[in-house]
C-alpha cells in the first residue's frame, strides 16, 4: 500500500467479451480515483458502466491494460490475492442488495469480515460499531425481510464498510429505492465522504450523479469526460 | 470553490510525470503488497456454520434431499441387521439342538431294496465310543385313522413307527400335551402323535380322551409332540412302543432309521466309521445325514436374498446420492447472487468450492446419520417381535456413515466446481 497513490487507477484499460460480434465494455479507459474523492461514474444502460466498477475492484480482470489499487498492480495476480484485495481493501454495494436472507442484520454486516479469518465474536463487534454509524443501531437483530428497502441498502453500506476498505464501490446504490430511501442513502455516502473516504458510485440518475462532485461519463465503453471540480489528487 | 475551478479533462492527457512516478511507487511497493494485503482466510468452524446456515435457510428441500440418503442407508443398515438378527436366531436354534446330531438310513441307492437297516444296528452304533446316544424308529406298516369308518386309503400321508423312550432324548423333542411313551408303556397299545399328524388328525388337546384306529385296533392318544426342528418326518407320523409293535403288530424291529448324538469334538470321525459299523459288508448302503447341515443351508439361502435387499438398499441410496446432487446444481443456479457478494467480499475460488462441498456432505452425513438410526429401529422393533437377539453389526453402522459421506462428497463435487466456477460479474450485475 502506498498511501500517495491513487487509490485506484486503470491504465489504458480494455475489457472485451468474446462473441459474435465481440461486445467491448470498455475501450481503452485511463484514469486515477484519488484518496477521499467521491465520483460518479455515469452514461446509459449498457454503456460499461457496471464492467468498469467491477474491474476497478478486481472482481473482473481487464482485457488489456492495467488495474492498480493503492499503486499495486493487480494484473499479474492470482485469484486467492485478487480476493484478499476485495475482502480487504474494496467495499462494494449492489443495487440488489445481496444480504443472506434468514440470518440478522448484525450478521450480514459482519460477514464483510467473513474472509478474512476475524473470530465472530470481533466480527460482531465491528457490526455493531458499523450499524450504529449508518443509523441501523436498533435493528441488529432484524432479518432483511423486516427491513425496509432503505434501511436494506444501509445494512449493504455497512457491510462494505465494516473491514475498513481503502474505498467503496457502489453500483447503481439507489437503483430498487423510492426517492425518499434514495436521498437518505445518497446523504449516507455524502456524510462518509465528508469523514474522508473514497467512494465511487455507478449510476444513471443525472440528479444524483450531478450532485457529486466528479463525474466519469462513460458512452460505449469509452471515458467520455471527465468532470470534476479540482484538478488531480 | 468557484466555478472556474470545475474543468474537462481528456483521459489520455494525463499528467505523464505523476503516472512515472506512481509506476515508480507501484514497484517498490509490488513485495509490500504481498505482505501487507494478508490472504483471504475463512475458519473451518466458519466453512461448517456457513454451510448449515445455507442449509437452514432452506430447510425443506435440505431435509427433503437428506431423506433421500436417510432411506437408503436406513434399508441398508436395517437388511444387514435383519439378516444378522435372523441368522443368530437360526444358530442359536441350531445351538440348542445341536449340530452333533446325525441321522442313520438304509441307503436308497443300487441294491438297497428293503429300506431297513440290520436289527443290530442300534447295539452296534452304541458301541461306538464317540457315540452319546442312540434312538431307532421302526416302520410298522400299518395305517392310522380318526375312527374305523375312515377308507383305508385315505392315510393323510401320517406313518406309524415304533420306537423306544430314548427318542425324546436323542432328538431334543419336547411335548405340547400329555406325555410320551415311558418304559411302563412302551408295550401298551397307546400312541404319541407328532404335530403335524395332530393336526391332519384334528387332535387339538387331550382334555378328553382320544382314540384312533391304528392298524385295525383303537389305541389311546398318550400325547402330542412339538415339532421337531432336527427330524421332520416325526411330525408326520404316529409313534408307538416297541415293545407294542412286537406284542400287538408282529413287527420284525428292523431300524429305518437311527438317531446318533456323537461327542462334538468327534463328529466327522465318528460318521466315517458309522456306515462300516453297521454293515461291514455293504457299507455303501447306509446313508449318514446331519440335519443341522439343512438348517445351516437354510440359513446361507437367506443370505443370498440378504445380497438382493442389499443391492436395492444400494440403489435408493444411489437415488437419494444424485437427489442431493440436484439440490445442490439448483442451488447452484438459484444462488449466484450469493456466491458474487462472497467473491466481492473476498471469497477465494477455493472457498466456495468448500462451502458448496460442505453442504453436500452435511446434507448426505445428516442423511446418513438419521438413516443409520431409522435402520436400527426398523431392526430393533422387527426383531424384537420376532423374539430375536437384536444384533447391529459395526459394519452396517460405520459403513452407513461412510457411505453416505462418500456420497456426499461424489454428489457434491460437480456443483462445487461449477460454483466456483461461476462468474461474479454476471452474477452481481445491476441490469
Redesign the interface.
Given at each position: 500500500m502506498n498511501p500517495a497513490a491513487p487509490a485506484i487507477e486503470l491504465r489504458d484499460v480494455s475489457k472485451r467479451y468474446a462473441g459474435s460480434p465481440p461486445v467491448i465494455a470498455l475501450d481503452r479507459v485511463t484514469v486515477q480515483i484519488c484518496q477521499g474523492e467521491m465520483v460518479a461514474v455515469v452514461g446509459q444502460s449498457g454503456s460499461g458502466k457496471s464492467t468498469m466498477l467491477h474491474v476497478m475492484g478486481t472482481l473482473d480482470q481487464p482485457t488489456s491494460g492495467s488495474v492498480l489499487i493503492e499503486g499495486i498492480d493487480t494484473s499479474a495476480l492470482p485469484d486467492d490475492r485478487l480476493a484478499a484485495i476485495r475482502g480487504r481493501r474494496v467495499g462494494f454495494v449492489f443495487q440488489r442488495f445481496f444480504l443472506l436472507p434468514g440470518i440478522p442484520t448484525i450478521d450480514n454486516v459482519a460477514n464483510g469480515l467473513l474472509y478474512t479469518g476475524t473470530s465472530r465474536s470481533e466480527r460482531r463487534t465491528a457490526a455493531e460499531a458499523v450499524l450504529d454509524r449508518v443509523g441501523l443501531g436498533d435493528r441488529m437483530w432484524h432479518r432483511p425481510n423486516e427491513l425496509s428497502g432503505g434501511e436494506t441498502q444501509r445494512v449493504a453500506v455497512a457491510r462494505a464498510l465494516v473491514h475498513r476498505p481503502a474505498f467503496i464501490l457502489a453500483d447503481e446504490p439507489t437503483g430498487n429505492l423510492d426517492s425518499a430511501s434514495s436521498a437518505s442513502i445518497m446523504d449516507l455516502f455524502h456524510s462518509l465522504h465528508s469523514e474522508g473516504r473514497t467512494i465511487v458510485i455507478v449510476t444513471h440518475n443525472e440528479s444524483i450523479a450531478a450532485a457529486l462532485p466528479r463525474r466519469l461519463h462513460i458512452l460505449d465503453g469509452r471515458l467520455e469526460r471527465d468532470v470534476r471540480g479540482s484538478s488531480g489528487c | 470553490?468557484d466555478g472556474s475551478?470545475?474543468?474537462?479533462?481528456?483521459?489520455?492527457d494525463?499528467?505523464v510525470s505523476?503516472?512515472l512516478v506512481?509506476v515508480e511507487?507501484?514497484r517498490s511497493?509490488?513485495s509490500?503488497?504481498?505482505g501487507?494485503?494478508?490472504?483471504?482466510?475463512?475458519?473451518l468452524s466458519?466453512v461448517i456454520?456457513?454451510g448449515l446456515?445455507s442449509l437452514?435457510?432452506r430447510k425443506l428441500r435440505s431435509v427433503l434431499s437428506a431423506l433421500g440418503i436417510a432411506i437408503g442407508i436406513a434399508s441398508l443398515v436395517s437388511v444387514l441387521g435383519l439378516s444378522d438378527s435372523s441368522k443368530s436366531a437360526l444358530l442359536d436354534q441350531i445351538g440348542a439342538l445341536g449340530t452333533n446330531l446325525l441321522t442313520v438310513e438304509a441307503g436308497s441307492g443300487f441294491g438297497a431294496g428293503d429300506a431297513a437297516l440290520p436289527g443290530t444296528a442300534v447295539a452296534t452304533v452304541g458301541r461306538v465310543a464317540t457315540v452319546e446316544a442312540t434312538a431307532a424308529v421302526y416302520s410298522v406298516g400299518v395305517g392310522v385313522y380318526r375312527n374305523d369308518l375312515v377308507p383305508e386309503d385315505r392315510t393323510g400321508g401320517i406313518s406309524v413307527f415304533a420306537t423306544d423312550p430314548g427318542l425324546m432324548g436323542a432328538l431334543n423333542g419336547s411335548i405340547a400335551h400329555g406325555a410320551f411313551l415311558s418304559e411302563a408303556t412302551r408295550a401298551h397299545p397307546v400312541a404319541v402323535v407328532g404335530a403335524v399328524a395332530a393336526e391332519r388328525l384334528g387332535i387339538r388337546n387331550l382334555d378328553t380322551p382320544v382314540e384312533l384306529y391304528l392298524g385295525g385296533r383303537w389305541v389311546e392318544v398318550l400325547g402330542v409332540l412339538e415339532p421337531f426342528a432336527l427330524a421332520a418326518d416325526l411330525d408326520r407320523a404316529v409313534l408307538i412302543g416297541d415293545h407294542a409293535a412286537e406284542t400287538y403288530y408282529d413287527v420284525e424291529l428292523a431300524p429305518t432309521v437311527v438317531y446318533v448324538r456323537v461327542d462334538e469334538d468327534h463328529i466327522d470321525a465318528t460318521r466315517d466309521v458309522l456306515a462300516g459299523t453297521i454293515d461291514p459288508e455293504n457299507p455303501e448302503e447306509v446313508e449318514i445325514s446331519r440335519p443341522s447341515d439343512l438348517l445351516e443351508a437354510r440359513s446361507a439361502a437367506e443370505s443370498s436374498f440378504t445380497g438382493l435387499f442389499l443391492g436395492l438398499g444400494a440403489v435408493a441410496l444411489l437415488v437419494g446420492g444424485i437427489g442431493v446432487a440436484n439440490v445442490m446444481v439448483i442451488g447452484v443456479i438459484e444462488r449466484r447472487?450469493?456466491i458474487?457478494?462472497?467473491?466481492?467480499?473476498?471469497?477465494?475460488?477455493?472457498?466456495i468450492r468448500r462451502q458448496f462441498l460442505t453442504e453436500a456432505l452435511t446434507l448426505a452425513s445428516l442423511g446418513g446419520t438419521v438413516g443409520v438410526l431409522m435402520g436400527v429401529s426398523v431392526t430393533y422393533v422387527y426383531a424384537t417381535t420376532q423374539g430375536w437377539r437384536v444384533i447391529i453389526p459395526t459394519v452396517a453402522l460405520v459403513g452407513g456413515l461412510t457411505a453416505s459421506v462418500v456420497i456426499g462428497a461424489i454428489a457434491g463435487l460437480y456443483p462445487a466446481i461449477r460454483a466456483a466456477r461461476v462468474?461474479?460479474?454476471e452474477a452481481?450485475?445491476?441490469?
Open positions: - | 470553490m475551478n470545475a474543468t474537462s479533462v481528456d483521459p489520455r494525463a499528467d505523476g503516472d506512481t511507487l507501484a511497493d509490488q509490500a503488497l504481498n501487507a494485503i494478508a490472504p483471504s482466510r475463512l475458519r466458519e456454520r456457513v446456515g437452514a435457510a447472487g450469493e458474487g457478494l462472497r467473491r466481492a467480499i473476498g471469497a477465494t475460488r477455493a472457498h462468474s461474479p460479474t452481481l450485475r445491476s441490469d
